[in-house]
């Protein structure tokens, strides 16, 4: 049974940083996509970066561009979300997600077969 476990959120003040987890278990995911998704009350999900297994292709939208890092750890079956210059907008509750499907970049919600539980980032002004 595959498991996403997001971990690593809290409460941050702006300007602040924060490095969000999601453990992987059941399964490796070889030539998979990691991506990374938020979700603000009332709003709709939002897609935040997104990398390949082989940490090739890193995407992100203009709105993290600069400010957050996606990056992956194989033997750990574990991404990783570094956040900087955090911002009072980019509270939410952060997901993350794995897709096997052929395409690029991925910033689609619709496109990922697995989905953590998601951890709640909330920044301060």
């Known amino acids: 049974q595959v498991q996403l476990v997001e971990s690593g959120g809290g409460l941050v003040q702006a300007g602040g940083s924060l490095t969000l987890s999601c453990a992987a278990s059941g399964r490796t995911f070889t030539n998979y996509y990691w991506g990374w998704f938020r979700q603000a009350p009332g709003k709709e999900r939002e897609f935040v970066a997104s990398i390949h297994w082989s940490g090739a292709r890193p995407y992100y939208p203009d709105s993290v561009k600069g400010r957050f890092t996606i990056s992956r750890h194989n033997a750990k079956n574990t991404v990783y979300l570094q956040m900087n210059s955090l911002k009072p907008e980019d509270t939410a509750v952060y997901y993350c997600?794995?897709?096997?499907?052929?395409?690029?970049?991925?910033?689609?919600?619709?496109?990922?077969?697995?989905w953590g539980q998601g951890t709640q980032v909330t920044v301060s002004s």
């Open positions: 997600a794995v897709t096997g499907r052929l395409g690029y970049p991925h910033d689609r919600s619709d496109e990922y077969d697995y």
